[in-house]
């Protein structure tokens, strides 16, 4: 798994989505806006966010990266990689060649985004006073980016899963997984570890409709659950 702090994020699900199927997950993560993306992308990108002294740093982590990834990595590992959605709007574009390019390594998946909660920045969704300042219209979570993202994977046949739907109910997407308690999505859009723990079933699910992991490994009875309500 390979990306930015959104792909950070998303680490302790796919982890247990994989170990299910004993599969051990490796990552590498990048802060301050850097993605692991080409040059040209992240040289857009970085000024824009207040993060271009960041920008050789970044560069040389994503060459080490895939570096690493050309010599260690094998054609029948699986490569997971996203990026925080919101960054497309800034650049104008999905960097299609870096991905299909490193799909050539080993087969690739692109992990959606979770929902862009615009009323959280700063403030505290688990306190009653301030968690409905959280509610977010559904179709105000979806910055163009993501829109743009999941339009281009599909039209170029790289798998991607999208996540951001998961923590929506009646139109009205939350900070909190839906029919809980628990604090699923903090700041702009990052995972909490229970937010992501709750994806792995789902990630499971698709993965094995995608046949990229074996149902028969992990499951009695194949049987994908398609909310939280199903446990």
Known sequence: MIGDSHAGSHAAGLAASLQAYGIELRHAFAGYGCSFASDAFNEKLLDPVGSGWAYGKCTD???????ALMEFAAPDDLIFTTTAAWKYDVVGNVDVAFVEEIATIAPL?????????RGIFGVNCAS???RPSCLTNEKDTIPDGAVLAAETWAARGVPHISVRELFCSNSVCDAYIPGTDILGLVDYGHLTTSGSLYLAPFLSCALEGLGLVDAAVASDDGECLGSVTDF
Request: glycine share 6%; aromatic share 6%; no cysteine.
């Open 128 to 130: 009653p006073e301030t």
């Open 61 to 67: 982590w994503v060459a080490a990266v895939k570096s």
């Open 109 to 117: 998946v692109v992990l959606g985004d979770a929902p862009l909660l």
